[in-house]
């Protein structure tokens, strides 16, 4: 691990003089905020994190920095393998920012067998970013599990339906990700979350009436119906729920 932290610290040090201040400020008005952040664009650390390949211990010793730059290069080389039930959860504790909580469960946590339990446990959470990574995760395995079952999904919009009244920006926009994501998955789960949405909308919170009616727009939408009617993903057939097991 000593190994692990200096190279872990070389690399901030290079991340420090690769940023741009400007860039902080322009992600700030995106929402993308953190105690530490140097301003590096995201083609700059995928291709750091390329030339590095799977190296977990150094991506335990990246996250433990705390600077965003480090943390979104930590979940590009950790190896899903590896990761933990506990992993998961120290780290989603520490999400400050969509950003880090999106690269997290979107290119990391989607790939471990763990994935489904968090979705389960974390929207269920208060706090904002936990919560919202419940839903991400939603999001990751619609699209990027072909494999799954539509009765994983289905068992989903429960979840969605139960947070939708949940009005914090980073949560709303979570649980819209996912219901969209679902619904464009194939034609079985587009019905389920079109009348998902429409039930969302005849809702006394706004939260709900803005989920429903965003998703709604985009899940009726031509281009979605277009692109749904030519899928070539083939209709999962049901039964058992797989276990995930990283790619």
């Not at 692990?4 to 610290?9: D, G, N, Q, S």
């Amino acid at each position: 691990m000593n190994r692990a932290r200096a190279t872990a610290e070389r690399i901030v040090r290079e991340l420090e003089a690769l940023g741009n201040p400007a860039n902080v400020e322009g992600m700030a008005r995106y929402g993308i905020r953190s105690a530490r952040a140097f301003g590096v664009p995201a083609p700059t650390l995928r291709a750091k994190a390329k030339s590095i390949g799977r190296d977990h211990e150094l991506a335990l010793a990246l996250w433990e920095t705390g600077v965003l730059e480090a943390r979104a290069m930590a979940c590009l080389v950790a190896d899903p393998a590896r990761v933990t039930r506990l992993l998961m959860d120290q780290w989603a504790r520490r999400f400050d920012s969509w950003a880090v909580c999106d690269c997290a469960c979107s290119i990391l946590f989607d790939k471990t067998p763990f994935a489904v339990e968090k979705i389960q446990h974390w929207t269920a959470r208060k706090a904002e970013y936990v919560k919202r990574a419940g839903f991400v995760l939603m999001a990751a395995l619609a699209v990027h599990d072909k494999r799954a079952p539509d009765a994983l999904f289905l068992g989903f919009l429960p979840l969605i339906e139960r947070e939708a009244d949940d009005g914090r920006n980073m949560v709303k926009k979570g649980v819209n990700w996912a219901l969209r994501q679902i619904g464009k998955r194939n034609l079985a789960l587009h019905a389920a979350a079109v009348a998902s949405c429409r039930r969302l909308r005849a809702r006394p919170a706004a939260s709900a009436r803005w989920i429903g009616g965003d998703a709604l727009r985009e899940l009726t939408s031509e281009p979605t119906l277009a692109r749904i009617r030519t899928s070539r993903w083939p209709l999962p057939a049901a039964g058992r729920i797989r276990s995930r097991r990283p790619r």
